[in-house]
């Protein structure tokens, strides 16, 4: 066994980053379309729970929504605290984009200066 691995180490690396980097491309694709549907998701809350103050309650609306679509084995990778922050930057590039049209950064999360 340990003649064959040293005989094919290179051939095994070789698969073994290929496999990393199919895994990371399947991932990206899923953030990708997990960002169209919270964009979906964010709309619609807007409509649905109206309100002064409602702002949590949509967040939190979103976030249930968006983390049960997410298929079982994927959320192995993706707990729910890093897709909160993920929810959190992409509502953030929203309220960006809303002031003058533009992703520039032109407005800052809250709490900083």
Known sequence: MREFLLNNLVTIIILIACIIYIAYLIVKQRWR??????????????TTITGTKKGRERFEQVMTQLYMIIPPWLRLFIT???????LQEWFDKIKDSLDDGI???????????
Do not use: D, F
Not at 80 to 86: I, T, Y
Not at 103 to 113: D, L, R, T, Y
């Open 80 to 86: 729910q605290s890093l897709l909160e922050k993920k």
């Open 103 to 113: 992703v520039n950064n032109s407005i800052k999360p809250p709490g900083m200066k």
């Open 33 to 46: 379309k997990l960002r169209e549907i919270a964009y979906k998701l964010i709309r619609q809350a807007e």
